[in-house]
């Protein structure tokens, strides 16, 4: 679409002025209204302010040697609204210039190190290219998600027309840092069955939430429980690198979650609640009281019909062993693929360099057609193709054939069969809630638990948040939504835990998703289920395209393929709470997207 680039028309010009040059200052505070820990440094270094007797002295226990100073630019090298990476020879650094000051602060996403300078900065904050993280600009605390950490800011200063960064060498390095928490001010023997703050689930939701109240100040005892037998790790990972160890994928360690008072007690399956006396038991016969419950458990594999299921080398990737004994089982072996879920076709797409054949079955024409259309499932689909990998679609299974407990084969309704040597089951999943059945919790027919803006349920002291969700979601005129993200879960546990402290907020942010595959990323930004209609601009065929998702006359998702940072411009576009209408990215024209406020 040789029009995508063209001279903006004035009324997307307009339109972009409003959203991003129009801009509040911002108050310099962290989201929780403390000021930042690093605010002795000045961050913000105003034009005119840069004498010597304005340098903020150090405090005593900085070295001077412990820091870094270099001269970066002229202070006309950056025009309003701009971002350059900079070097500071012990590291680097990114230099924002926003209402006539100048700030700086990490240059690396925290989550998966994306380049900032990339991304979007708009509102006194800067959006991650790849996955939507926002970072206030002047305390470089992280506001939305996906990730943990924030990052470290640097004092600056003009002199002589001059800007000159002031860095300290071990936060150069590190590009991360995390926010101030409170310890756990009572003595508690670890035996004690009752916790201030009861945690069920170790995924971002969980996590997230026990983070939040540390950070808030919260002083009182955290227990955190899963039935996983790892600390917290990245499981969106899982199906994209499937040699991947449970240490790599890591988010947070023992060490880390003991220095911060965070109780984790590992493979412990909940198995009731009940409400009237505020107790959880689990299956081991722990039986845990609490003050405050949250509910995080995610979800699991749903279930299939099919014959032959004592059969041994079929998994539902779950855990880092799951990924490891798939990708060893695989090894020049012949691969069956059951569903077109994400997790299906990128543990597809991660199995075609090793092994001999990958096969996947769906019962749609297309993979990915309820969620992304028809003609972005087709490109994806002739992606996997000339990558060896055979689609069975409009299928289903009917038996799996194996020998002394080993899958052989799988055979498809359709009368296909299919040799196997190992058989990953990605057809999608539902809520881990059977245990609530008697608990008095309201669920939906699905087993969904309902839960109001705060994510609180019917039952007072009661919490829920992640996968297992119905939640009121804004955009939509507060209509009960499950969106399954891990970018979402982050932000239900952050929600909670402020409920939880009486500090109620409400959910503000715009959904994000992404997917891998042979080393293309799909990325998504909004809500569109129920769409009718998908606007592509660029080229399918050569996977460089950008798709806007609309209902009625109004863009609400964006999905792209090679065309950052358009997902998280749309993001941001979304998160001002203002509306881009199917006409203004019909014309072909969406140069008013891209590249602004940003090199």
Known sequence: MGGCFSKPKPVEVKVELSLLEKEKEVDGLSPNGKASPFADCRPNGALGHGSDDDSTPLPPYHKPRDYVEASVCHVKDLENGQMREVDLGSGRALLIKEHGEFSAMGHKCPHYGAPLVKGVLSKGHVRCPWHGACFNIATGDIEDFPGLDSLPTFQVRVEKDKVIIRANKQALQSQKRSKPMARCSAVINSSTGFSHVLIIGSGPAGLVCAETLRQEGFTDRIVMCTMDRHPPYDRPKLSKSLDSTAEQLRLRSMDFLQDHDIELLTEKEAVAIDVKTRS????????????????????????????????????????????????????????????????????????????????????????????????????????????????????????????????????????????????????????????LKQSGLHMDSKGFITVNKMMQTNVDGVFAGGDVVMFPFPPRNNKKVNIPHWQMAHVHGRVAALSMMGRATEIKTVPYFWSAMFGKTIRYAGYGDGFDDVIIQGDLDELRFVGFYTRSEEVVAVASMNYDPIVSRVAEVLGSGKTIKKRDVETGDISWLIDKGSQ
Do not use: W
């Open 280 to 435: 959880v038991t689990f299956e081991d016969g722990l039986r845990m009281e609490y003050r405050k419950l949250f509910i995080a458990t995610g979800s699991k594999p749903k279930p299939m019909n099919y014959k032959g299921k004592d059969v041994r080398n079929v998994f539902h990737l779950r855990t880092p062993e799951d990924a490891n004994s798939i990708a060893r089982l695989a090894n020049n072996k012949n691969a069956v693929i059951v569903g077109t879920s994400f997790v299906g076709m990128e543990v597809a797409a991660a199995l075609t360099d090793k092994a001999h054949s990958v096969s996947v079955i769906g019962i749609e024409s297309v993979p990915f057609k309820k969620a992304l259309g028809e003609k972005v499932g087709k490109a994806i689909m002739k992606l996997f193709e000339a990558n060896r990998v055979k689609f069975y679609m409009l299928n289903e299974v009917s038996e799996m054939i194996g020998h002394h407990g080993q899958l052989k084969e799988v055979v498809l309704k359709s009368g296909k069969v299919l040799r196997a040597d190992v058989c990953v089951i990605g057809a999608g999943s539902v809520p881990a809630t059977g245990f």
